[in-house]
Structure formats: C-alpha cells, structure tokens
C-alpha cells in the first residue's frame, strides 16, 4: 500500500487564495518531500524536509512536518492560475536504507483566474 | 545532459509483443528509479538502482518485467508480452549520490499504451 495519503485529493480554489493540502504517511521516515505534476508527465521537486525539521519555506510554499502524527501540509499562498497541478508528498522510509521515494496518490489543485 | 532524458515518449504497442524504455539519466547521478504511473493515479515504485546493481526491485509487478543499468548510467526497462493492464506512464528519476537527504529528478515519461 502507498506510505504517503494526500488529503483532499481535489482542491478548486481562486486565484489570490491559499491552498493547503495535507500528506499522511505510515512508517518513521528520514525526510520527505513535495513534487508537482503538470499534464500527467514529468514530475518538478518542491521542497525536501528532514524529520528533524518542524517547518521550511521555499518563496510562496510553506511545508510542516508533524513526525509524531505522521502528517505533513503545504501551503501555497497567494496562489495564481500556474499553480494549478498534481501535488504529490514523497516519503524516504528510515528501513529502507536504500532511498526508496515512496508517493501518495496526490491533490490536484486548481487556480481559477 | 542538462536533464533525465526518457525515450521514446510515446509508445503504442500490441498486445504480447516486448517493449523497450529507456533512461538516460543525469550526469553523475549515481541512484536511477523507476516508477510507473496509470491515470490520474499515485506513482507506483518498480525499481531503484545504485550504480548497476539494484538493491530494491519489490516494486516489479511480475516477471514479465526487468530491468538494466549499464556504465552506471543509461537504464532500460523491458515488458514482455505485454497486456493491456502495462498501459501507463513510466518515469523514470535520478539521484545524485546515496540518496537519503537527496531530491529526485525526474524526466518526462514514456507514455505506454498496449492495444
């Protein structure tokens, strides 16, 4: 089964507002990390957090970490109309030592003009 | 290259013929995965190389799959006899050293579809 769940799995929101989405995961990790998909192609690295980090910024994203709930949330504020895409959360499970990137299933985001 | 270059881009195939996706990942990137994702789904884990070996291949769903990595560098991903349930996109990523604190960096996909 997937480590990682986002949460809500479609998000619509206007332009100017903020998006949260939120990740869930099962196992004790040693970081995880947000990736962004546009058209079902390639993804795009966000934002790398490590589990000894509580919060990390990156321009308009904020990410969380929450080790003892197993949950994590980004934050896009002010958002625009490019914004719109598939935001994955990616998880480095601590017992797999060889650096397996395990995804959830992602929340699409759209940005109405 | 400047990026992980996957090819071809589009592949059509016929039901129990053999395909062949390849990866050429980014210079010096020693960790190379590969992920198979079907539509408007998750990224599913097939395999994860560390040079040329592969220290994790649980995520292949049978043996009609496999796998190789050569000179540490370009990889192919081989399906044999085909079904119609291999349709998907196949990404494939590279990492640059042991990549516990690392991001991945993925290349555009191979879009699979088995008819």
């Known amino acids: 089964s997937q480590q990682g769940e986002e949460d809500p799995q479609a998000l619509s929101i206007q332009e100017g507002e903020n998006a949260t989405m939120n990740c869930s995961y099962k196992?004790?990790?040693?970081?995880l990390q947000w990736y962004r998909q546009n058209s079902g192609r390639g993804l795009v690295h966000l934002i790398l957090i490590r589990s000894n980090e509580r919060e990390k910024h990156s321009g308009r994203l904020r990410v969380t970490l929450d080790t003892s709930k197993k949950s994590s949330s980004l934050l896009i504020t002010a958002s625009r109309a490019a914004d719109t895409a598939s935001y994955f959360c990616?998880?480095?499970?601590?017992?797999?030592?060889?650096?397996?990137?395990?995804f959830g299933q992602g929340t699409e985001l759209s940005v109405k003009p | 290259g400047a990026g992980v270059s996957q090819s071809p881009s589009n592949k059509v195939t016929e039901k129990g013929k053999d395909v062949e996706l390849r990866c050429d990942p980014i210079s010096g990137h020693t960790a190379l995965y590969w992920y198979r994702q079907s539509l408007g789904q998750g990224l599913e884990f097939l395999i994860y190389?560390?040079?040329?070996?592969?220290?994790?291949k649980s995520g292949l769903p049978s043996d009609r799959f496999s796998a190789e990595r050569t000179g540490g560098s370009v990889s192919t991903l081989t399906i044999q006899r085909t079904q119609q349930e291999d349709s998907a996109v196949y990404l494939c990523?590279?990492?640059?050293?042991?990549?516990?604190?690392?991001?991945?960096?993925f290349g555009q996909g191979t879009r699979l579809t088995v008819v």
């Open positions: 990523a590279s990492s640059f050293g042991i990549p516990m604190n690392t991001e991945a960096f």
């Open positions: 190389f560390q040079g040329n070996s592969a220290p994790d």
């Open positions: 196992t004790s990790i040693n970081n």
């Open positions: 990616a998880t480095r499970p601590i017992y797999n030592q060889g650096g397996k990137l395990i």
